[in-house]
């Protein structure tokens, strides 16, 4: 395979990072987040403009779209896919098998899995920290719990409750304002800023600062991807604010069918 020769600029890059307090260890352990700042195909149709200035935004915008249905026949046909040497895209079975001797039936959904090549690491060694931003006070989303597959990660089972564990994300206030959200991941990758896209979960079950137990709304298909907003008026102590606080996912959810269930004879 022969690879896309690529130069890269020498000169440090800088990001901000926030620090939060480790709860699921023992002892003042920390650990940052670094603020996502997404390139959007925008964004990278105008560099390719910029480095080849002599073909057309159409042009690149075309072949920008015939790579990606080509990437997404290769994965339709169970093949993984190099995205450009920048690492592989490749399919995972996700959830757990219970039967014990377990059939291809026996497989929960196929998802997808994302391992970054060596130029991709090497182009981020040169990043580095230039400014710590306060963890302040809004909700604080950290991981989520499939409670079907008992399963930490980004993948949920279709109509099944899942957990959401971090800090302050007790909701409370306005009922209208406040809750728990999904909201559309857009082509980009990006989310949507259309409220009226997003799905509020009816009812949360368990609403403790540190965990958000619930069931998927039925408008969260298989399939489909979701960033997480959590919103809430409760401050420390159960007492009640005017403001709203937000809280966003880093990552999107991804949803996946539920496994078959076994037949009795």
Request: no cysteine; proline share 5%.
């Amino acid at each position: 395979m022969g690879e896309l020769i690529t130069q890269h600029e020498d000169s440090e890059k800088r990001v901000s990072a926030t620090f939060h307090k480790n709860v699921l260890v023992d002892g003042d352990k920390k650990y940052a987040t670094v603020k996502r700042n997404t390139a959007t195909l925008e964004n990278l149709i105008a560099v390719v403009k910029k480095n080849n200035p002599l073909v057309s935004e159409t042009v690149i915008r075309m072949l920008a779209t015939e790579f990606k249905i080509a990437a997404i026949e290769k994965l339709r046909a169970g093949e993984a896919v190099n995205l450009f040497d920048l690492g592989v895209m490749y399919l995972t079975a996700t959830g757990s098998i219970d039967a014990q001797s377990p059939t291809a039936a026996d497989v929960p959904g196929i998802g997808i899995g994302f391992t970054p090549s060596k130029e991709a690491r090497e182009a981020v060694s040169g990043v580095s920290v230039g400014n710590i931003l306060a963890e302040g006070s809004a909700p604080l989303i950290k991981q989520f719990t499939d409670l079907y597959t008992e399963q930490a990660g980004n993948e949920v089972t279709e109509g099944m409750p899942m957990l959401i564990a971090g800090e302050r994300l007790k909701v409370g206030g306005d009922g209208e304002r406040t809750g728990v959200f999904f909201a559309p991941v857009l082509e980009s990758g990006e989310m949507s800023g259309d409220e009226a896209s997003w799905v509020k979960a009816a009812h949360v079950f368990r609403n403790m600062p540190k965990g958000l137990s619930l069931i998927l709304p039925p408008e969260l298909k298989a399939g489909t991807s979701w960033f997480v907003v959590v919103r809430t008026s409760s401050a420390r102590g159960g007492r009640q604010i005017k403001s709203v606080r937000e809280g966003v996912s880093e990552r999107p959810l991804t949803v996946v069918a539920a496994p078959a269930l076994e037949q009795s004879v």
